[in-house]
């Protein structure tokens, strides 16, 4: 059964660092035609893509304009998942955060159960 | 960028009703256009893909169509378990964005 099962803490302090990880079970990270994304939802932004890391002959990675400059997306072969680090981040950030997999036309096919960080003192 | 402006925002519709979602993008996206059911405390679930194929195991109430800048999603005899919030994806070129949701609820 393929599956996703996000890890990571709930609550980060404002300017700190929000890091999640990805289990990948069923599917391999390295696969050629997928890629592995970061998703957020929250009441005032709806769903917002945050970015994606994938395999095609060696790794690449995409990031929305809104975070590019704060986010990295990084790939693990050896336990096959993928993590999600935001710096510096701020109440604004506070949300529900989603790995997912995207396949054949940019559908994003399988979730994992969601984490809601929120950004406290 | 490609953006998308879905409309409405709120439906209220009855047990057995024909509904309709639409979703414009601000440039010309052929088919790529994905569309999404999202309840509350559960991971979006994925319906349409490519603005007319229905993912598999998804009830065949569930329709998508449109090309270019315009599409719509039908469900053609609600549910009682499609109240919900749906929302539309273009997948033409990141970076992603999705549309604002429309929040379908029972009358």
């Known amino acids: 059964q393929v599956q996703l099962q996000q890890s990571g803490p709930g609550l980060v302090k404002p300017s700190q660092t929000l890091s999640l990880t990805c289990a990948i079970s069923?599917?391999?990270?390295?696969?050629?035609?997928?890629?592995w994304n970061w998703i957020r939802q929250s009441p005032s932004r709806g769903l917002e893509w945050l970015g994606r890391?994938?395999?095609?002959?060696?790794?690449?990675?995409d990031y929305a304009v809104s975070v590019k400059t704060r986010i990295t997306i990084n790939p693990d072969t050896s336990k096959n998942q993928f993590s999600l680090q935001l710096n510096s981040v701020t109440p604004e950030d506070t949300a529900v955060y989603y790995c997912?997999?995207?396949?054949?036309?940019?559908?994003?096919?399988?979730w994992g159960q969601g984490t809601l960080v929120t950004v406290s003192s | 960028d490609i953006q998308v402006t879905q409309s409405p925002s709120s439906l209220s519709a009855s047990v057995g009703d024909r509904v309709t979602i639409t979703c414009r993008a601000s440039?010309?996206?052929?088919?790529?256009l994905n569309w999404y059911q999202h309840k509350p405390g559960r991971a979006p679930k994925l319906l349409i893909y490519?603005?007319?194929n229905l993912q598999s195991g998804v009830p065949s109430r569930f329709s998508g169509s449109g090309s270019g800048t315009d599409f719509t999603l039908t469900i053609s005899s609600l549910q009682p378990e499609d109240f919900a919030t749906y929302c539309c994806?273009?997948?033409?070129?990141?970076?992603?964005?999705f549309g604002q949701g429309t929040k379908l609820e029972i009358k």
């Open positions: 994806q273009p997948s033409y070129i990141t970076p992603y964005a």
């Open positions: 490519a603005a007319s």
């Open positions: 069923g599917d391999s990270v390295s696969r050629n035609n997928a890629a």
């Open positions: 440039q010309s996206i052929a088919s790529h």
């Open positions: 997912s997999r995207e396949g054949v036309a940019g559908k994003f096919d399988l």
């Open positions: 890391t994938y395999y095609r002959s060696k790794w690449f990675n």
